[in-house]
């Protein structure tokens, strides 16, 4: 055979394309279902139909994928079941906006004809956030897809509507919805995303019916106003008590208002007077319900002044109307003053628009119920939260967890399977169209013509995916799952519920662990938008770094449940990292003999005894420490660890220490001692691939084929496969994990860094030799450093190393495992010249210390600016007292011989 290589590059925008075409043809994604096999499970949060990848995505996905690749590693059933969410007010609005391009409503259209043109758009543009999911290197299970708006899932989300009806937990009532007069449909409370708003405080004057004076209320909206039927003081507020059962007069509309007494009003709070607005507020609806009063709806669900106003504000956009109430107010002296005020105003999530608080009547779910179980659930330890405190935020909105308002004003989604019978008035609920019942035959059925909440088919997603309501083999193997990873913004909208319905319906918990990401910032810890222009393009990063750059990079950037700060650039590290595992492979085949043969090697967790070569016992005792640490972060889902575990392995310990020191043994050595050097890089070569493989699957994937070329043949039948994919992950081998070697080794290592690191700070030109006297020391380490000193010599470019029990001047020093390692400096500088060198460079130094340390000691700039800019500050000073320390010292160690 011809001898195995590598190309001189890595080229990834190449080579994970070919790759992953390789991985979802020949099926190896698909998850099996093995009788007495443990499953593993992870359902993708559903990206929604109209969504693109962005680093968000990237970083949820990379965390599931190494988990999945993980278990399917250690030969589990694994299954990671993708699909996508119809998001029904997101979609309608973006297929309304196309059909407004040709001057068309949905209107025009009608409802049937209109979902019909929605489902072309799906096919025509949806998903794509799934096709680029693929570049990332996402090994879902494609033949188990699912979309919640799939003819199955809308049986599930029937099925459960059924269920919670019949159990009277839905119910319909008239409250106060968060109302898009856009979008014209209701929204649920976690729909809708709060923003600070910078605005006025009206303050108006509201006269007395007796004309004894006025009362003044203040308000953020005028408008509402003209829906006022109360005004509203504390029940134990002397500077109103002579008022309670009084009345006041509604300016512009001349209502009597009753003075009414509830303990919702803070009478330490501005005038101690609310007005009362029982068809616009919550609160307000609340009192309106206590005191019996009149419910007035002054704007519409286009967001117009309806008709209940007086006639010159009908029809007025809320805006319009806001403005001309309060000029009328004004003229007539009813306005006392007006403030700059700052305030919460929800807008709805999606859209942005600003949401209207509207009496209406819709479709709810009692949630208390539901929430006790849920409750139960995390508190037990069954549900395990990462990181532990989203308990906390868990815990209050379920505790005090309002009705869900389930019911939407829109025509994409799953309509509400109840339906009346117009000739009786009977209403009939029911998981089949009750068209096809002989019982209605002749009857006219009129369907609701609302459709459901997005988050209602997306609550049931662990098991509607999975065939519920049916008992199917999947269904059986695969539920409950077992993680999920999401932001901790849908902890309400999504995470709560699944569990909810989780225990409504199999009382069990849908997964045993939640891992919650943090929000990818950028370097300067802004969160990331368009607006910004701060958000790179993640297919841009991958076609410019590649897949496993990025994986690796913002995974490796993540702290446990943390923010990440994320930059394009920082892929270079991971590239860097990508072609540095490419170049050593390449070292150890270019090194194999040229006989065309195969090269037999065993893999370093199948080896059946320790080596007896020192360097080898010392890399294998330190790949297995890795393997160990990999492997608890992994299970801890301390990812970033777990990353930077494998980055020091392999580029510190099997790189830059290992492959340096086995290059004099091939040098030096008979042809058994290279073939037996060369085993042992291959053997532990092979484990880095299959330890590296969850985070970095690409480039792990093509050097593996390569070993397999080489050597396959002579595996051992529980180590081959066809993709590494499937390839055992390293088992760990804790009897070859010695200490005490990797200790020696780790005492050699810092001696060479101190060796490097005197050279580095006085300027010593490379290709000078030095010469390096170790002082103090026991026999065992002076022993080993005596055995290694050819190798010291070589990586630290010395001609000498000997021992000493005295230090004489003129010497460098460092420190390492308490020894002292010196370096005399006579002849190997100018030392005269590197004092004045090392002076200036003090000096410059000491001038931007003090002017950093003035800066932080300036208020003002610690106040004004962002606190990334002040912790940026302090990282440089800190930075440059370090450097001044070292240098110093430097300076005065050369200044003293000098003076000798």
């Known amino acids: ?310 006639e010159e504000y009908r029809g007025l956009s809320r805006e319009a109307a806001r403005k001309l109430v309060v000029k009328h107010l004004e003229e007539q002296g009813l306005l006392e003053k007006v403030e700059p005020y700052a305030h919460s105003v929800g807008h709805n999530e999606r859209t942005g628009t600003v949401i209207e608080p509207l009496l209406s009547e819709q479709w709810f779910v009692s949630m208390k119920g539901l929430a006790e179980p849920a409750i139960a659930a995390v508190r037990e330890g069954r549900i395990k939260f990462h990181p532990q405190h989203w308990e906390k935020t868990y815990f209050h909105w379920l505790e005090n967890v309002r009705d869900w308002c389930i019911s939407r004003q829109i025509w994409w989604g799953h309509r509400i399977p109840l339906w009346t019978v117009q000739e009786t008035g009977e209403i009939i609920c029911s998981v089949d169209d009750p068209a096809n019942d002989p019982k209605y035959k002749g009857l006219t059925l009129v369907q609701d013509p609302d459709v459901l909440d997005t988050w209602f088919s997306s609550w049931l997603w662990p098991f509607s995916t999975l065939g519920w309501p049916d008992n199917t083999q999947d269904l059986k193997h695969f539920f409950p799952t077992s993680v999920l990873i999401t932001a901790p913004d849908i902890i309400f909208l999504w995470v709560a519920r699944m569990i909810m319905s989780s225990e409504e319906i199999f009382h069990v918990e849908p997964f045993h662990d939640v891992y919650f990401t943090g929000i990818v910032r950028d370097l300067s810890g802004r969160k990331m938008s368009k607006s910004l222009g701060n958000s790179p393009d993640p297919l841009d990063v991958i076609e410019q770094y590649g897949a496993d750059a990025l994986r690796f990079t913002i995974v490796s950037q993540t702290p446990r449940g943390g923010d990440i700060r994320f930059g394009s650039e920082l892929c270079e590290s991971g590239r860097n990292f990508a072609n540095k595992i490419w170049n050593a492979t390449r070292l150890i085949l270019m090194n194999l003999p040229d006989d065309g043969d195969e090269f037999a090697y065993t893999p370093i967790d199948c080896i059946a005894a320790v080596p007896d070569n020192l360097i080898d016992r010392w890399i294998t005792s330190a790949f297995f420490s890795a393997a160990r640490d990999v492997t608890e972060s992994l299970r801890d889902f301390r990812f970033s660890e777990a990353t930077k575990r494998m980055y020091s392995f392999v580029w510190n310990d099997y790189c830059n220490w290992y492959l340096e020191l086995i290059k004099t043994r091939l040098a030096e050595c008979t042809e058994a001692e290279q073939r037996e050097t060369l085993t042992q890089a291959l053997g532990v070569l092979d484990g880095i691939l299959r330890l590296l493989h969850p985070v970095m699957p690409f480039i792990t994937e093509e050097i593996y084929q390569t070993l397999r070329q080489l050597s396959e043949s002579h595996w051992p039948e529980s180590h081959r496969s066809e993709t590494i994919m499937r390839a055992p992950f390293p088992m760990l081998r804790c009897e070859y994990i010695d200490t005490e070697v990797e200790d020696e080794f780790s005492l050699l290592q810092d001696v060479v860094n101190s060796l490097r690191n005197i050279r580095g700070e006085l300027s010593i030109p490379k290709a000078t030799a030095m010469q390096a006297i170790i002082l103090g020391g026991t026999k065992t380490q002076k022993e080993f450093l005596t055995t290694f000193t050819p190798f010291i010599a070589k990586l630290a470019g010395l001609d000498a190393l000997t021992f000493s029990t005295h230090k004489e001047k003129g010497w460098a020093s460092a420190v390492a495992h308490g020894l002292e390692i010196c370096v005399p400096l006579s002849g190997l500088i100018d030392l005269k010249a590197e004092q004045a060198r090392l002076g200036k460079e003090l000096e410059r130094l000491a001038r931007l210390a003090n002017s950093t340390r003035a800066k932080l000691e300036n208020q003002d700039f610690v106040s004004r600016a962002k606190e990334d800019v002040v912790e940026q500050e302090r990282q440089k000073l800190k930075d440059l007292d370090h450097a001044l320390e070292k240098i110093s010292r430097n300076y005065e160690e050369i200044k003293s011989i000098n003076e000798a």
Not at 5 to 33: D, M, N
Not at 277 to 301: Q, W
């Open 1 to 310: 055979m011809p001898k195995v290589t590598l190309e001189k590059t890595y080229t990834p925008s190449t080579t994970e394309t070919r790759i992953y075409q390789t991985w979802e043809s020949r099926g190896y994604f698909v998850a099996p279902i093995r009788e007495g096999c443990k499953p593993f499970v992870i359902m993708i949060p559903p990206p929604n139909v109209t969504g693109m990848l962005t680093l968000g995505h990237v970083l949820n996905n990379s965390l599931q994928d190494i988990l999945i690749r993980w278990h399917r590693m250690l030969g589990e059933d694994t299954l990671w079941l993708p699909g996508m969410d119809h998001a029904g007010i997101a979609t309608q609005i973006r297929v309304e906006s196309e059909l407004q391009k040709e001057g068309l409503t949905r209107h025009d259209l009608g409802r049937e004809k209109m979902v019909e043109r929605i489902w072309q758009w799906k096919e025509l543009y949806g998903g794509i956030i799934l096709k680029q999911l693929r570049k990332l290197g996402a090994s879902c299970d494609w033949s188990r897809e699912r979309f919640t708006m799939d003819e199955s899932l809308s049986r599930a989300v029937d099925t459960i509507f059924v269920h919670l009806y019949k159990k009277g937990l839905v119910y319909r009532g008239k409250r106060i919805v968060n109302w898009d007069p856009v979008s014209r449909t209701a929204l649920s409370d976690e729909q809708v995303e709060y923003r600070n708003v910078k605005s006025h405080l009206w303050h108006l004057k509201y006269p007395l019916s007796d004309g004894s004076g006025h009362l003044v209320v203040a308000t953020t909206r005028p408008e509402t106003m003209l829906g006022d039927t109360a005004i509203a003081v504390h029940p134990d507020d002397s500077r109103y008590k002579h008022l309670h059962g009084k009345s006041a007069i509604l300016p512009l509309v001349g209502r009597t208002l009753p003075i009414v007494a509830d303990t919702y009003v803070e009478h330490e709070f501005g005038t101690g007077c609310v007005k009362v607005t029982p068809a616009h507020d919550p609160n307000d609806f609340d009192i309106g319900k206590r005191h019996g009063l009149e419910f007035v709806t002054v704007i519409s669900p286009e967001g117009k002044m309806t008709d209940a106003v007086p």
